[in-house]
């Protein structure tokens, strides 16, 4: 699916490599902050 591979594209260049983890366990909650930021405050193109 088109749109899940973006998103995890999205995810990585803009957070995941940007950070560093001390667990899998930080690594799960970081990823779930990004989840939260992508859905409520990043700006997505739309179409009108």
């Known amino acids: ?3 899940i ?4 594209r999205n995810a990585k260049c ?3 490599y940007l950070n560093e983890y001390e667990s ?3 690594l ?8 939260t930021f992508y ?3 990043r700006f997505h193109q739309t179409l009108d």
């Not at 591979?5 to 995890?8: A, H, K, S, T, Y």
């Not at 799960?28 to 989840?35: F, G, L, P, R, T």
């Open 39 to 41: 859905n409520h405050k």
């Open 24 to 26: 899998i366990a930080h």
């Open 1 to 3: 699916n088109i749109c």
């Open 28 to 35: 799960k909650e970081s990823v779930n902050d990004y989840i």
């Open 14 to 16: 803009e957070w995941i």
């Open 5 to 8: 591979e973006r998103f995890w």
